[in-house]
């Protein structure tokens, strides 16, 4: 029986257009934990630092009550987020695109809308689609719009065929190889303030959501990504855009992520892959003229 037959998902589409204001300021501390999680060796952050691009995420972060928490770690649905009944969500990715850079010190200024509630069938099932827009701003006007594109999908099927990998379409000229263990994982979560238990708890996410381990955060994927090239170019990133492609897990048998670019003129082709050499993650970015 669907869980998304049309009376709930008429129910589901009236969330379209829903918004959401929020406010923070960009403090120094977030800044220096980030940079030791990734192992940068920075120099100590300043107010009027330019924030680095995705470390925005970093901030507005999710702080619903205890008693207000989902079984899945996340907050309850049907607040901000309609109340998709398929019980697994990811991150599938997004796309960014700076008109000026957030500094630390600032006061900013999050909107959020519910571009698109979209009904999908996948692979594996039923599939519901969430685009948020994003957008940031501080005193002097909009600074960042980012969509950010939401995935629910329905209980895992074990007797379900393995998706066939795909393979870079690139060769890498910059090139990262990390473990993503369990501490990388937690560190990452706890500076987001992300209690979603796929990336945590190991039980919950082998017995409950049925996948082989703990997942690695897309989001974390991604920042991986502009860290590379942050890492190989002092130009500055304008525009990213990511997708998940197929789920990392931790590799607990200390197997490498490679973390991968191929600058191309004014833009970079970006992806990671995986010990099997299939990609995970695509993205694009493009520098400022």
């Known amino acids: 029986m669907s869980l998304l037959d049309a009376a709930t998902l008429a129910h589901l589409q009236s969330w379209q257009g829903k918004t959401e204001t929020r406010h923070d300021t960009l403090g120094l501390s977030p800044v220096r934990a980030m ?16 924030l680095p691009p995705l470390w925005h995420w970093l901030y507005f972060l999710p702080v619903a009550r205890h008693s207000e928490i989902g079984p899945d ?33 600032e006061d900013i200024q999050r909107v959020s809308r ?7 069938t996948g692979r594996s099932g039923e599939l519901l689609f969430v685009q948020v827009l994003h957008s940031y701003s501080n005193a002097i006007g909009l600074c960042l719009e980012e969509t950010h594109d939401i995935v629910f999908r329905p209980e895992a099927d074990p007797s ?14 910059w090139q990262r190889d990390i473990v993503p263990d369990d501490v990388l994982l937690f560190r990452y979560s706890a500076l987001t303030f992300n209690s979603h238990r796929i990336h945590y708890d190991r039980r919950y996410v082998t017995q409950v959501e049925g ?9 974390l994927m991604a920042t991986l990504l502009v860290d590379l090239l942050r890492s190989h170019s002092e130009r500055v990133v304008q525009s990213f855009e990511f997708k998940a492609v ?14 991968c670019a191929h600058p191309d003129g004014e833009q970079v082709h970006a992806w990671v892959q ?5 990609v995970c993650m695509q993205a694009t970015a493009r520098w400022a003229p």
């Not at 519910?114 to 999908?120: F, G, L, P, S, T």
């Not at 379900?160 to 000229?173: E, F, R, S, Y």
């Not at 996948?211 to 989001?219: A, D, F, K, T």
Request: net charge positive; proline share 12%.
């Open 35 to 50: 940079s030791a999680t990734l192992d940068r060796d920075d120099a100590a952050p300043h107010n009027g630092d330019a």
């Open 211 to 219: 996948y082989p381990g703990l997942i690695v955060h897309g989001p």
């Open 114 to 120: 519910i571009e698109k509630v979209q009904h999908k």
């Open 246 to 259: 197929k789920p990392v897990f931790e590799c607990a048998d200390q197997r490498a992520l490679s973390v």
């Open 73 to 105: 770690g996340h907050p309850k649905r049907g607040g901000f987020l309609p109340p998709v009944p398929l019980p697994r969500r990811m991150w599938a990715g997004g796309r960014l695109h700076w008109l000026q850079p957030m500094r630390l010190g």
């Open 274 to 278: 995986d010990h099997h050499g299939d």
């Open 160 to 173: 379900a065929a393995a998706v066939p990998g795909i393979k870079p379409a690139h060769a890498a000229v």
